[in-house]
């Protein structure tokens, strides 16, 4: 009887053993060889992969030892920097290559037609974030709609996509000139009376885009949002160390610093986030009309209570608020941080576009979106910092069914396609010679649109929804700083770009300003 107890108490102990055991086989050899095998009928080969690991540990090996110091000098040519295994890759099994991130498998894509095919409506209920990806951000922003698939991804655009029409858009432009207002006073405090000064730029910009994410975003202002911008900060950190790991089966079980650090800010965060909405939703509830019910979590908030077929619960408006917070702050800090420092670099093109704003402006202090329409060559200058500085340096996405591409390219179910942006803005193949070297007059008379080869912000029904308000955010900023200050790089400043979820700077960006009286 005894042995009879002890098998009915560890059968079911046992089923679990064997079904986890299942499922780490598949996962790890049963699939990946499927795929292989798929890819090489297809001529597709690429780097061995190694048990558990794939090939990360070649990739860390090259990044380590490509991103250990500064570059020696102010080149754009960073493709060997950061991305220095798709080199390596591509020159020894071509342009389309398969490689393995732990169990996932990515293949390379580059050409403009296939990528288009990609990234089209007819794939994007079937294409969407991998399980690595999901892991990986899911403590930074959560299920929002950035990492949201199928379904889910289409219900939450459904609700999102109408803060950032173009009224919408217009209408907070007045936040973007009060918080660049105010960040200019703070320059011409420390610049004192007309004399240059010296301030990193990024910093101030940092603080800059996210008071305008506050305000257009929370109806709040920065110093409100501080806490939450610290924490998001910290998480994106930890969030980055944790996943290093996810290669190893169970690895997000195991108990370690980064795991506990990562639980205690996010109920820090979720305590903030949660009062925020809820006092938000009473207001709705009891009928009080507020000058923010406009911004976006009062759209948000709005479309979910009118709409039943739109309901989301509080964890996944949370969710969408850290999406909101940290898409609209970090990729926009980026964007106008890089274009400073190449019109710092390149003092005729910034001659150029503050000649410009003056023409067009005319000594005008309200900024309107007709001027901002009129801003050509700042738009030009725009597009070029986004070519050689995407916000993001590479896209995968993984095919949840098997889909066609093109004539006759096959991806398999599971499979992600991994598209290396940072190398296709940088080829020299599609953007001549001079792919390397800051030219905004490559943008004269074209538009992004134009060219398929151009994906700062992703592309088809799952481009980035931002983009707009990014673009038009960045031309009030720059406008209204070249108009009053011209600036050259420091002497301090030190070139090493990395990638740590977007690419920044890693020494920030100091610069000379000098008041124009």
């Known amino acids: 009887m005894g042995m009879v107890a002890l098998f009915l108490l560890?059968?079911?102990?046992?089923?679990l053993i064997n079904k986890a055991a299942w499922l780490v086989f598949s996962a790890y050899c049963l699939n990946p060889i499927g795929i292989q095998k798929m890819m090489a009928k297809q001529g597709v080969s690429g780097p061995r992969p190694s048990f558990l690991t794939g090939n990360l540990q070649h990739i860390a090996t090259l990044l380590a030892k490509t991103t250990s110091s500064d570059m020696v000098e102010?080149?754009?040519?960073?493709?060997?920097?950061?991305?220095?295994?798709?080199?390596?890759?591509s020159e020894k099994y071509g342009e389309r290559f398969l490689f393995w991130y732990g169990n996932e498998g990515r293949l390379c894509l580059t050409d403009a037609n296939l990528i288009k095919d990609f990234l089209s409506s007819k794939h994007a209920h079937v294409t969407g974030r991998s399980w690595l990806q999901l892991q990986g951000s899911k403590h930074l922003i959560g299920r929002g709609l950035i990492m949201a698939n199928g379904d889910d991804w289409?219900?939450?655009?459904?609700?999102?996509a109408p803060m950032f029409m173009g009224f919408k858009i217009k209408a907070f432009m007045g936040y973007v000139v009060e918080s660049t207002k105010s960040m200019l006073r703070s320059i011409h405090d420390v610049a004192g009376d007309g004399t240059e000064c010296e301030v990193e730029i990024g910093a101030y910009m940092t603080k800059l885009t996210g008071d305008v994410i506050s305000r257009a975003g929370f109806g709040s202002s920065y110093e409100k949002g501080t806490r939450i911008f610290q924490l998001l900060q910290k998480l994106q950190y930890l969030t980055a160390q944790s996943s290093r790991h996810l290669w190893f089966p169970g690895a997000r079980f195991f108990p370690s610093k980064f795991h506990r650090e990562i639980k205690t800010v996010k109920e820090e965060m979720k305590s903030i986030l949660m009062e925020t909405i809820k006092k938000r939703i009473e207001g709705l509830e009891i009928g009080r009309i507020c000058s923010s019910d406009s911004d976006f979590l009062g759209t948000i908030l709005r479309e979910t209570q009118e709409d039943p077929k739109k309901k989301m619960t509080l964890e996944l408006i949370m969710d969408e608020c850290k999406t909101i917070y940290f898409a609209g702050h970090e990729s926009s800090a980026m964007l106008v941080t890089w274009t400073v420092m190449l019109l710092a670099t390149n003092p005729a093109w910034q001659h150029k576009a503050r000649k410009e704003v003056g023409e067009i402006f005319k000594g005008e202090s309200a900024v309107t979106a007709d001027h901002l329409s009129k801003l050509n060559l700042l738009n030009m200058i725009i597009n070029e910092s986004l070519r050689l500085y995407p916000p993001v340096a590479m896209l995968p996405r993984m095919?949840?069914?098997d889909i066609k591409l093109g004539?006759?390219?096959?991806?398999?179910?599971?499979?992600?396609?991994?598209i290396p942006v940072l190398a296709i803005h940088h080829s020299k193949e599609i953007w001549g010679d001079d792919a390397d070297e800051f030219n905004p007059e490559r943008w004269s008379g074209k538009s992004p649109a134009q060219i398929g080869n151009f994906l700062p912000f992703a592309g088809g029904p799952r481009n980035c929804l931002g983009q707009a308000f990014a673009v038009m955010e960045a031309k009030i900023i720059l406008s209204m700083l070249i108009a009053q200050f011209s600036f050259k790089i420091s002497d301090k400043y030190r070139h090493a770009p990395i990638n740590v979820l977007t690419l920044r700077p890693k020494h920030g960006v100091p610069i000379i300003l000098t008041p124009i009286k």
């Open 154 to 160: 289409f219900q939450q655009r459904r609700i999102i």
């Open 10 to 15: 560890l059968a079911p102990l046992l089923v």
């Open 74 to 89: 102010i080149t754009h040519d960073i493709v060997p920097r950061l991305l220095p295994h798709y080199l390596s890759w």
């Open 399 to 401: 095919a949840f069914q």
């Open 407 to 418: 004539d006759s390219l096959h991806i398999p179910k599971g499979l992600s396609v991994w």
